[in-house]
């Protein structure tokens, strides 16, 4: 159809403003020798007044004529009949395989048996499969998330990790989940790159929202699938609250975030923090005591390693802890007292104090 590579924008431009896309017969395009393409005549393939595609043939050297314009007008409409009748069944399949999905995430333990057993009845998945979750959720910002998003870049995750067998789908226009169901799942590597990448391509189509994903632990059967997919949840939840973590998180790395997270926060609230810690957090000039406390902490209170990760001398950083016990009342040389402080500050972070 062209004579040399040109843009294909331009090239479908040139089509649209003839009209193509609202036509519901054949259409003549012109020759464009700017574009370098021929004259040609496209006959959209419509069906129950869906555009299903487009049928191209070449209008020279000879142009079609009236009965040929025909016959590619019939066979145009033979053709989106049978697009629309694949559409409906996919439609259809997909529709089942959420249900399914959902019947599998289900906490009733009858209802996740029952789709349990259709999984490996009618879908073919391994009765020994083992199963792991990754679970989407979105921010939408000041624009709204779309779950047909959601759903197709999900949906071409499944087809970059054939031949593993996945489910898929979106549980709203903030989230969706997907299931790897194999007797042999893929490595962690390959499953993190996998979920940056569906992370990319939603920042890409919705860069309005944040965007959180959560990979649960492996489970070794198709029954606890809802066990990886509550994890899966979870890392978000503590990715979202945690930016240290990255945007992409296995519930198996947390650390003591994993722990906390399965407390009721709400229940708790700030009281369970210690006094003199939460003096510390509320006063913004002792953000940079805050910031040399959880240092020390997370260093296993080496002061060397300390010192070399905040980039300050080791003087300055005892005169700071001394300042962290004033202000705390809490003595950092007491094994107790330094567990309160740690446990406190990952707390606090959950708690978004």
Known sequence: MLRRPRSEPSVTSYARALGIATATGPVRVPANPELGSL????VPVRCQ??????????????????????????????AGEVLFRERLLDDLRRAAERELLRDVLNPADEIRRHAVGRLVADHGVAPDARVRAVAVVLDPGPGAASAVEIDLALQRARRRLAPVRAFSMATSGTGGVLLLAQPVLPERAALRAEADGVRAELAARLPSSAIWIGLGPERDSLRESVDTYRAALEATRVARLVPSLGPTAFADELGVYGLLARLPLDALGPDAIPAGLRRLLGDERSRVLVQTLEAYLDAGCDPTATAAALVIHRTTLYYRLGRIAEHTGLDLRDGNDRLSLHLGLKLARLLGL
Do not use: M
């Open 49 to 78: 007044g869906t555009l299903l595609g487009y049928l191209w043939l070449f209008d020279q050297p000879t142009a079609l004529s009236d009965r040929e314009l025909r016959q590619a007008d019939e066979a145009a409409r033979a």
């Open 39 to 42: 004259a040609r005549v496209c």
